[in-house]
């Protein structure tokens, strides 16, 4: 996938500068040249402060990296939806000429709370009349990671099923930030909804084990979980669901930790159905196994 140059410094407005991925287009930006006002979690509770930040700061550009942490029906509705509105709704009124939102791939098949929360925000997004890029990154490195330990502590790496049940292309915090500020100012972004992955190939859960065991100079060892265990937990969750919150809220990560245990994070072939490695883009330069290095090297 090609990138246009951006021609001119721009005044950016970054909403969700304190996550890992807000944080990688914040030093992005700075090393671009642009010039970055981050919006704190208080002003994007606040219309009027969000309008007065973005006149304040003659934002030119807005990027969106905010999500929700939970997942949860509430937490999603709040976060990538009405915040991400509010958001949009100031930039119209300050007048900035571009929106670039960092949504996530999964929403081609929405199962799930936040998916549907997102896609209701790419739809008013789009509709706006704004100059906008909906960008949908595969696995995130970090997302990947938290079975470091367990393998540093001679324990199994944890699969689902014989660890063949999905695939990605997972990319780089900095790769990705590259590649949702290189939507500034070009016109082959602008318009599109643009799914991206990192170099590749896609690998699968038990191929991310054997690479981690290697890094490590371990021998591999695998434990296989059934997905159905998260069936039958939401399941149980579901019956206290009409009664409490909490028991609604627990069935409902329960379906997001059965969704992860299934679904590729890849392009869906609207044509078979069928997850396709072969159309999902790739992009950046780092790979998963570089990261695994440096994690066990105690980067």
């Not at 999603?76 to 960092?102: H, K, M, P, T």
């Not at 809220?249 to 379906?255: H, L, M």
């Amino acid at each position: 996938m090609t990138q246009a140059p951006n021609p001119l410094p721009r005044r950016v407005a970054l909403a969700g500068a304190s996550g890992t991925i807000g944080q990688a287009v914040a030093a992005r930006l700075a090393a671009d040249g642009h010039a970055v006002t981050a919006l704190g979690r208080a002003e994007l509770a606040d219309p009027a402060a969000l309008i007065a930040a973005l006149r304040q700061t003659q934002a030119e550009v807005v990027i969106s990296c905010i999500a929700s942490r939970s997942g949860a029906p509430r937490d999603a509705r709040a976060v990538d939806y009405e915040a991400n509105s509010r958001l949009l709704a100031a930039a119209l009124e300050a007048g900035a000429g571009q929106f670039i939102l960092l949504s996530a791939i999964c929403v081609q098949k929405p199962l799930l709370a936040f998916q549907h929360a997102k896609l209701a925000f790419e739809a008013e997004l789009a509709a706006s009349g704004i100059t906008y890029a909906i960008i949908r990154p595969t696995a995130f490195f970090k997302s990947l990671s938290g079975q470091v330990k367990r393998v540093q502590a001679g324990k199994p790496f944890l699969i689902f099923g014989d660890g063949e049940l999905t695939r990605c292309k997972p990319i780089s915090d900095a790769d990705l930030a590259r590649f949702i500020v290189s939507a500034i100012d070009n016109p082959d972004m602008a318009g599109t909804i643009l799914p991206i992955g990192g170099p590749g190939p896609a690998i699968s859960l038990r191929e991310q084990g054997e690479m981690l065991f290697r890094v490590a100079g371990r021998e591999p060892k695998f434990k296989s979980v059934s997905p159905k265990i998260f069936t039958l937990a939401e399941r149980i969750l579901n019956l206290g669901a009409p009664f409490s919150g909490w028991f609604a809220e627990k069935a409902e990560y329960a379906r997001i930790a059965r969704y992860y245990a299934a679904e590729s994070m890849l392009v869906l072939d609207p044509a078979t159905g069928t997850y396709c490695a072969d159309l999902t883009p790739e992009f950046g330069v780092e790979t998963l196994e570089s990261h695994y290095r440096r994690l066990l090297e105690g980067g």
